[in-house]
């Protein structure tokens, strides 16, 4: 028969394989679609979002990502990924869109295509990091359609929820963030898409393998998270066993 305290300690050993569980559940989940990751989201700043490709199309590896720019931004300047190479497709304004600061302009950058240099394998993942100026829109959601190809068949991430539909049930949800409230800078210039600061390049560099390192401590967490619980499960019983034999024998 389990002591009071041995069954405390199994009841705790189970929930904390419980919430082992809901970890791998959610690092499941997360990693289920292409999505966006920026650095900051207050309006006007200059933010490095990064787009995490965490598999392939059905087994087949990915070739070819296309990453649409929303109608609120005129350019991108994307990070260098020795695995790919990149292109800038711009397209022709209807009529001249004027700039906060006073001028017009009558081109923008529509989409950034990265193509991989040999297929990204199916089980594998990478990131692609580009540089952004956000626009002075607080409370707004900017949508970044992206159109995976691999070697056989495509994903169109475009799907976009309607008024009252839940996004997670959303097939291809098209990768997505909420501007917020701009954030004074301090007096400290920003820096041009076309041209940022030495140091935001380097940031955007350590930041393409940022997703990959996260999933790997996640899981390593997780893992040592069971090993410990099952450690201490061992320890418990041998006490347990011990405090009874002493009980006998008294």
């Known amino acids: 028969m389990k002591t009071p305290f041995l069954r405390r300690t199994l009841t705790a050993a189970a929930a904390t394989g419980s919430a082992a569980a809901l970890l791998l559940a959610a690092a499941g989940g997360a990693a289920a679609h292409v999505g966006v990751t920026p650095d900051k989201t207050s309006a006007n700043s200059y933010a490095l979002l990064t787009f995490g490709i965490p598999h392939g199309c059905d087994g087949s590896g990915t070739t070819k990502v ?6 609120e931004l005129n350019d991108a300047q994307p ?14 304004l209807p009529e001249p869109k004027k700039l906060a600061d006073g001028t017009s ?20 993942r990478d990131a692609l990091v580009l540089s952004v100026k956000l626009p002075d829109a607080p409370g707004s959601t900017l949508y970044f359609p992206t159109l995976q190809t691999c070697e056989t068949g495509q994903t169109d991430w475009s799907d976009i929820a ?4 839940d996004p997670h049930s959303l097939a291809a949800p098209a990768p997505s ?44 967490g997780v893992a040592g998270l069971a090993l410990g619980g099952a450690a201490f499960i061992r320890s418990v019983a041998r006490r347990s066993g011990t405090g009874s034999s002493n009980t006998t024998g008294g």
Not at 162 to 165: A, E, S, T, V
């Open 66 to 71: 296309a990453i649409t720019l929303p109608p």
């Open 79 to 92: 990070t260098v990924n020795p695995n790919w190479t990149v292109e800038k497709v711009t397209e022709q």
């Open 105 to 124: 302009i009558t081109k923008r950058t529509s989409q950034i295509v990265y193509t991989a240099k040999a297929p990204l394998e199916h089980q594998l």
């Open 162 to 165: 309607r008024d009252g539909q």
């Open 177 to 220: 963030l909420t501007v917020t409230e701009e954030v004074s800078s301090g007096g400290h210039g920003a820096a041009s898409p076309a041209a940022p600061h030495a140091g935001e390049k380097v940031a955007a560099i350590a930041d393409g393998g940022a997703d990959a390192r996260s999933w790997a401590g996640l899981g390593a």
